[in-house]
C-alpha cells in the first residue's frame, strides 16, 4: 500500500475540496449553484446508465433471492436519480431567476428524499443474506437514539417559541436554505408569533433563514411582516 502522502486518490479528493472553495469564492451566486447542478446532472446520468440496467435486472427476476449486494446496486441506482433530479432542479431554478417560492418545498426536496432511500439501501446492503435482513445490535441502539433525538428536537422548537421570538436557524445555504440576494436583503420568516422581518444589521440575520426576501423594510412591513422584539 502506498503512503498516504503519495496516494494519487486522496490527493485528487484533496484537489477537488480545493477547486470547490476556490471557484465558489471567485464565482459565487448563481453561477456556482449552476455549475454543480451541471455536474450533478451529468455525472448523475452517466452512473444511471452504467448501473441502471443491471438494476432493472434485478427487479424483474423472479427466481431466488435478493441479496445484499442487489440492495447496494439498487441504492447507487437510486442516488444517481436524486443526483440527476437535484441537478436539473438547481439548473431549473437558474434559469428562472431563482425565485424564492420554489426552495423548500415538496420539489425542491424530491431529489434528497430519493438520496436518502439510496443511502438507506447501501447502508444495510451488508446485512441482508439469502435468509434476509439480519440487522446487528447496534441498529436499534442507533435507531432508537435517532428517534429520540428527532422527538426532544421536536419539542425543543414547540417550547424555544414561547421564550424567544425567532429559534435559532443553522447558518446554512443552498437550495432549501436560500439566502436572499443583495437587491433583496431584507429577510423574512415565521415564528410561533407571527411574521418577522430581519434587517442585515439584525443580530439574528445569519442565524435566520429566509422565507421570503424584501427589498426593504418597508416592503416587509406592508407585506405584514414587523421587527423582531
Known amino acids: 500500500m502506498k503512503r498516504l502522502a503519495k496516494n494519487e486518490l486522496f490527493m485528487l479528493i484533496l ?18 449553484t449552476a455549475v454543480v447542478a451541471a455536474a450533478k ?26 441479496e445484499g449486494r442487489h440492495y447496494a446496486l439498487l441504492g447507487i441506482v ?18 428562472a431567476g431563482r425565485p424564492m417560492e420554489w426552495l423548500g418545498t415538496l420539489y425542491s426536496n424530491f431529489g434528497n428524499f430519493w438520496l436518502t432511500g439510496g443511502l438507506i439501501l447501501l447502508a ?18 442507533i435507531a432508537g437514539g435517532s428517534a429520540l433525538a428527532i422527538v426532544a428536537f421536536l419539542l425543543g422548537t414547540q417550547w424555544a417559541g414561547a421564550d424567544r421570538e425567532e429559534a435559532y436557524a443553522p447558518h446554512i445555504y443552498g437550495q432549501s436554505y436560500p439566502i436572499c440576494p443583495i437587491d433583496r436583503p431584507v ?9 418577522i422581518y430581519h ?12 422565507e421570503r426576501c424584501f427589498v426593504d423594510v418597508a416592503s416587509a412591513r406592508g407585506a405584514g411582516y414587523r421587527p423582531p422584539g
Open 41 to 66: 446532472l451529468v455525472f448523475g446520468v452517466v452512473v444511471f446508465f452504467g448501473w441502471g440496467p443491471d438494476a432493472w435486472g434485478v427487479l424483474r427476476s423472479k427466481y431466488g433471492k435478493v
Open 124 to 141: 444495510v446492503s451488508p446485512d441482508v443474506t439469502k435468509e434476509g435482513f439480519q440487522p446487528p445490535h447496534w441498529y436499534y441502539i
Open 187 to 195: 429577510k423574512g420568516n415565521r415564528t410561533n408569533r407571527g411574521k
Open 199 to 210: 434587517e442585515p444589521s439584525s443580530i439574528d440575520y445569519h442565524r435566520t433563514i429566509a
Open 15 to 32: 484537489t477537488g475540496f480545493a477547486l470547490y472553495w476556490v471557484v465558489g469564492m471567485l464565482a459565487e451566486g448563481p453561477w456556482l
Open 78 to 95: 437510486l442516488i444517481s436519480l436524486g443526483v440527476v433530479y437535484s441537478g436539473t432542479f438547481g439548473i431549473a431554478w437558474v434559469v
